[in-house]
């Protein structure tokens, strides 16, 4: 079956643009998840949302960073002005159930985001 | 503050042979670890997990130990083949807020012919 999708793949910005990327998470996933990876590091959260609620934002690194799903579906990570110190891999997850416990996490091939 | 810490960033094993990658971590509320590996250009794929309540969970060639006292777990891959080349990534998480993994920087492993 199909797996979790992220468009762009690729995206390069000029500094101060704004960007949006896209995630298509596994069909009847309930729960979805942001992660930045920067070069060289492990993933680190951003956020996570149970069905169409943002239950936690707690990592998302400033108020540029915005993140929806609005349909429970489809996410969008958006990030506004950005700053060379945004370029880093996006990875989106998402797994089946509402309690996590130990559910697992299924990973997207990541948007690599180039700030300029 | 990194909690997750893996502190080899690369590891050279040949085929057949043993590979032991190590991890460490400083919350004591964590209470759930898993191994993710991940290929270039894909994303991390679940490998195996451990719960705090076990000290060892074994599947297939990959075996994973937790050492809670010294707050240390270990991923073993016996015997060790070309396709298991990848990084692996390390990751923690405490009952209290399940689904937020913190993940340590990652170890390279190559498998050599």
């Known amino acids: 079956g199909a797996g979790v999708s992220q468009s762009p793949r690729y995206k390069v910005a000029k500094r101060g643009q704004d960007v949006a990327l896209r995630c298509d998470p596994i069909?009847?996933?309930?729960?979805l998840f942001w992660y930045q990876q920067a070069l060289g590091q492990g993933p680190e959260f951003l956020t996570y949302?149970?069905?169409?609620?943002?239950?936690?934002k707690s990592g998302l690194p400033s108020d540029r960073f915005f993140a929806e799903r609005p349909e429970g579906s489809v996410s969008t990570l958006k990030i506004q002005r950005t700053q060379q110190e945004d370029s880093a891999v996006y990875l989106c997850?998402?797994?089946?159930?509402?309690?996590?416990?130990?559910?697992?996490?299924?990973f997207g091939p990541g948007t690599r985001l180039t700030v300029l | 503050d990194q909690q997750v810490k893996q502190n080899s960033p690369s590891l050279s094993v040949q085929e057949g042979r043993i590979s032991i990658l190590n991890c460490d971590y400083t919350?004591?509320?964590?209470?759930?670890f898993l191994w993710y590996k991940k290929y270039p250009a894909e994303g991390p794929t679940f490998l195996i997990s451990i719960s705090s309540i076990k000290d060892k969970n074994e599947d297939g060639r990959f075996t994973v130990f937790l050492n809670k006292s010294a707050k240390h777990l270990s991923l073993h891959i016996v015997p060790s083949q070309p396709g298991d080349s990848a990084v692996y990534f390390c990751a923690a998480s405490a009952r209290s807020n399940d689904y937020k993994l913190s993940f340590g920087a990652g170890t390279t492993v190559t498998v050599r012919a």
């Open positions: 069909s009847g996933h309930v729960s």
């Open positions: 949302f149970q069905n169409e609620a943002q239950l936690d």
């Open positions: 997850a998402s797994s089946k159930i509402i309690n996590l416990g130990t559910d697992t996490q299924y």
């Open positions: 919350n004591s509320m964590f209470d759930y």
